[in-house]
C-alpha cells in the first residue's frame, strides 16, 4: 500500500491484510508494479463507502475491444482468486467508480491526471479512455470514461468492437 494515499488508513488490521492481498494478487495478474494499484472509496445507495482496488497509474492496460475484453465471461485473462472465490477484474469499474478515482486523484493533486489529454501529453501516448466494464451495454456500443479537457471525468458511449490503442482496461475488485 502507498502510504502517500489516505484511504487505507481508515481500514481495520484485518481489512489493510485483505487490500494487500488484493493488490499482490492484481500486480501479479497484470504483471504490473504493486504501487500501481491502491484503494478508491465509493458511496454506495447505503451510505456506507465501498472500497475497491483498481489500477490507478497511468494509462490503464490495452487489452483490445470491449468485445475482446468481454468476450468469454469466465476467462482466465480477468479472473482471480481471493480467499478461495473467484473475482472478476471487470465488473467493478463502473461510472461510480470511475468517478471517484479520478475525483480522488484531483484531490490528491495528481498531476497530470490518468486518462487526461494532459497525461497524454507528457508521456507522448494516446489520449486513453477506460472501457467502463461494468456498466451494461447494448448489442452496439458500451461506455468508457475519460478525463475531458477541464479536467473531469466524462463518459462517453461507443462502438463494443473499437480496438483503438487509446482504449484501455482497468482491473478493479471490490472489497468483501
Known amino acids: 500500500m502507498d502510504p502517500n494515499k489516505p484511504v487505507e488508513g481508515l481500514f481495520s488490521p484485518e481489512q489493510r491484510q485483505q487490500v494487500e492481498a488484493v493488490i499482490t494478487a492484481l500486480a501479479e495478474k497484470f504483471e504490473r508494479p504493486a504501487e500501481d494499484f491502491s484503494v478508491v472509496l465509493v458511496e454506495s445507495v447505503e451510505g456506507e463507502p465501498r472500497a475497491v ?3 490507478t497509474a497511468g494509462n490503464g492496460i490495452y487489452k483490445g475491444s ?4 468481454m468476450a468469454n465471461k469466465n476467462s482466465d485473462d480477468f479472473m482471480l482468486e481471493i480467499d478461495g472465490r473467484q473475482v472478476d477484474t471487470r465488473t467493478a469499474m463502473t461510472w461510480d467508480v470511475y468517478q471517484a478515482f479520478i475525483n480522488g486523484e484531483k484531490v490528491r493533486g495528481t498531476n497530470p491526471l490518468p486518462d487526461s489529454p494532459q497525461l497524454a501529453d507528457q508521456n507522448n501516448q494516446p489520449w486513453t479512455e477506460t472501457w467502463l466494464t461494468g456498466e451494461p451495454a447494448d448489442d452496439f456500443n458500451a461506455y468508457s470514461g475519460l478525463v475531458n479537457l477541464d479536467g473531469y471525468p466524462n463518459y462517453v458511449w461507443g462502438p463494443r468492437d473499437y ?10 475488485v471490490v472489497l468483501e
Do not use: E, H, I, T
Open 53 to 55: 482496488v483498481m489500477l
Open 66 to 69: 470491449y468485445n475482446a475484453v
Open 163 to 172: 480496438a483503438d490503442d487509446a482504449l484501455r482496461f482497468r482491473p478493479a
